[in-house]
């Protein structure tokens, strides 16, 4: 029972990130912009969050520091992320190649900073003010589930929330359907007084701030500080679960918890006395030959928005 | 001779050359701000390129892996597919090399040889797999490629510790020195410049990849899918042959990157937790070489002596060598968005185009 729970525990904890990642990206993907660079901006919102975080903590604002720096990390890439949309909207840049330079800019630019603000060195200095463990009393005592949602990190709460707020705006008002419109069929949106690139405009930079809030979720719960490697490969992981969870806020949310599970059951069954026998690289191996299986499996085919990559021209069909 | 003329007059000569120009500047500006001398740093970059025969010599040797990584992911974006597993086929193809290169015991250039084949092929079937999940269940090769990149790590993790290992150390024993492809008189002379013969055979690899997509049914194919795979399967391709033998091709191209690193450069394979994001930065070269074999050469030209020589900056003008990377991004931003130069060209083509 008690390894169940820290398991699922585990899983909430590390599906975090991914799980806004996802839905950053699932919003420009919805409106018809592919957004490659998911990783590039996990990585500047885990760099963004380290210095407002740093710089709020020497400003005195203590435990308020590691909110500002959510703040920082969402408002600071929505700066970068329009580079992205202008890009691929005002100047119908190939989408692929624009994620691709986000990803190249990102992780050279924020490595570039840190050496030049912090004297050369590679790594911000370790955060103090980071997010903790919130329980919420009486709630966490209930069997099983109280572990699992009510002993967890703020930014855990604010991932799941978000999901059920994108789902509602994405398919029950008119705002979510006018995005999905545009993401479909722009020049039949167009037609009915939609404004097709200002739609994309707003989807594309609130996909990066909230693929940032991924980053910063990494930075101000587990690992404290940015270094070059912090984020290593999990904004492509991210790029796989919107796929595999269908462009759907719950699809996506299911499949990065689906990616946290793989990651939790190779720490809990690392405890085990019958997994010294296993190697650990296979442990490691686990979350992806997993996704493999399912996609393989049962999945099937996934089907894209229809205008995914595809600049609006007026007057085109 | 107008005809040399007009072929520097063309778009897709005059748009990257501008882009490179402006990256360049872009990057001075951005040293300026900072608080660097932006000429002492390029000086810096371009005397350590041409310093010595051996800085030649080794700025030569980043550039091969960078030709055979564009063109993996060149000849899979001609087929209309977006290959982000280089790095997994890399890997693999490394593991083939070393696998050959350590347990068999053949005379040298057999040895070798056999050596190029084996990853090459290791590396083609990875890069298949993909195609064959793509082409059979529908399956978007960006997730398979993702998942492919970390299974291929683990696996290779995997076999040299319990095949290979080096004791006490985080790597794999040395391949023998009759599957070595570095030519070692060149390196000799070039001051111990790791020089290998992958030089050769990516210069071989661009010929055939220029002749295999324009002059040979099979590319015809490919590039046939690549505009339109509902076209083409109308007009009675296999499109789901195309995928996987596009994809093997590419994984081979992949798969040769980490045969000439083992065998030619390194020797072992070290045991990191990252992928060496050769293929990511494959993505780079193709997309600046505009996914054609001289572009590639070319772009892979570029962006190898300038990561090379980024080296020398922090040395010689005290400028973090990060500057060169983000330098390559905007360049690449600049040729996708041939817009934004052409809205520098604005003011000087006024004239010209008045009467129009």
Redesign the interface.
């Known amino acids: 029972m008690e390894i169940i729970s820290n398991l699922l525990n585990g899983t909430l904890v590390f599906s975090t990130a991914l799980i806004f990642a996802a839905l950053g990206g699932l919003i420009s993907e919805r409106a018809g912009v592919i957004n490659?660079g998911l990783e590039g901006f996990m990585i500047s919102g885990a760099f963004f969050s380290a210095i407002t975080t740093y710089y709020a903590e020497t400003a005195g604002f203590g435990a308020f520091s590691p909110w500002l720096g959510l703040v920082g990390a969402f408002v600071f890439t929505a700066i970068f992320s329009s580079?992205h949309a202008i890009?691929s909207i005002?100047?119908?840049?190939?989408q692929?190649?624009?994620g691709?330079?986000i990803?190249?800019?990102a992780?050279?630019?924020t490595?570039?900073l840190v050496?030049?603000i912090f004297d050369?060195s590679a790594e911000t200095p370790l955060l103090t003010m980071v997010f903790h463990k919130v329980t919420v009393p009486y709630l966490s005592d209930i069997p099983l589930i109280g572990n699992v949602f009510f002993n967890t990190y703020p930014t855990t709460y604010i991932a799941i929330v978000l999901v059920i707020v994108l789902f509602f705006v994405l398919f029950k008002t008119s705002s979510g359907l006018r995005l999905r419109a545009v993401g479909e069929h722009p020049s039949a949106a167009d037609t009915v007084g939609i404004k097709v690139n200002r739609t994309r405009y707003i989807a594309v930079i609130l996909s990066g701030s909230i693929a940032a809030l991924g980053g910063a979720t990494i930075v101000l719960t587990s690992n404290s500080n940015f270094a070059f490697?912090t984020i290593?490969?999990q904004g492509?992981?991210a790029?796989?679960a919107v796929?595999?969870g269908k462009w759907h806020p719950v699809g996506a949310m299911l499949a990065a918890l689906f990616f946290g599970l793989a990651q939790a059951v190779k720490d809990q069954l690392q405890i085990f006395d019958f997994a010294a026998s296993i190697?650990n690289?296979?442990f490691?191996?686990l979350?992806?030959?997993l996704?493999?299986f399912v996609?393989?499996g049962a999945?099937?085919?996934?089907r894209?928005p229809k205008a995914l990559g595809e600049p609006y021209e007026v007057g085109k069909r | 001779m107008n005809k040399i003329m007009s072929v520097f007059k063309r778009e897709s000569v005059v748009i990257p050359f501008v882009a490179i120009i402006m990256g360049l500047l872009l990057g001075a500006v951005i040293m300026w701000i900072g608080g660097y001398d932006p000429m002492l740093a390029y000086e810096s970059l371009i005397s350590k390129i041409f310093g010595s025969s051996y800085d030649l010599g080794e700025a030569l040797r980043t550039i091969v892996p960078l030709i055979m990584s564009g063109l993996a992911v060149a000849i899979a974006f001609r087929s209309g597919m977006f290959n982000i597993g280089v790095d997994g086929q890399i890997i693999m193809g490394s593991l083939g090399a070393l696998i050959v290169g350590t347990q068999l015991s053949l005379p040298p250039f057999l040895h070798a040889l056999f050596a190029i084949i084996f990853g090459a092929l290791l590396g083609g079937v990875w890069g298949a797999l993909v195609g064959y999940i793509k082409a059979k269940r529908g399956i978007n090769e960006v997730i398979t490629c993702i998942m492919f990149n970390f299974i291929a790590l683990y696996l290779s993790h995997y076999i040299i510790r319990i095949f290979m290992p080096q004791a006490g150390t985080q790597r794999s024993e040395m391949i023998h020195d009759s599957a070595s492809i570095q030519i070692g008189w060149l390196s000799e002379l070039m001051g111990g410049a790791r020089i290998h013969w992958g030089f050769l055979i990516a210069i071989l690899a661009v010929v055939f990849y220029h002749i295999y997509l324009n002059k040979t049914k099979w590319g015809y194919e490919l590039r046939a899918v690549g505009l339109n795979p509902h076209a083409a399967k109308y007009a009675g391709m296999k499109v789901p042959n195309v995928m996987v033998r596009t994809m093997f091709i590419s994984g081979m191209f992949g798969g040769l990157v980490g045969t000439f690193e083992v065998l030619g450069v390194f020797k072992y394979i070290a045991i990191n937790s990252v992928t060496s994001g050769l293929g990511f930065d494959g993505i780079a070269v193709s997309l600046l070489g505009g996914n054609t074999a001289i572009g590639v050469l070319l772009s892979a030209t570029l962006i190898g002596a300038l990561t090379y020589g980024s080296q020398g900056m922090s040395f010689g003008a005290e400028v973090p060598g990060e500057i060169i990377r983000m330098v390559i991004g905007f360049i690449i931003f600049f040729v996708a968005a041939p817009g934004i130069v052409k809205l520098f060209f604005r003011p000087f083509q006024k004239k010209s185009k008045k009467k129009v």
């Open positions: 490659i580079i890009a005002k100047f119908k840049a190939n692929v190649v624009s691709v330079v990803n190249i800019l992780a050279s630019s490595f570039f050496k030049m050369g490697n290593s490969g492509y992981i790029l796989a796929i595999f190697p690289e296979f490691y191996m979350p992806y030959v996704t493999l996609l393989i999945v099937g085919k996934a894209a």
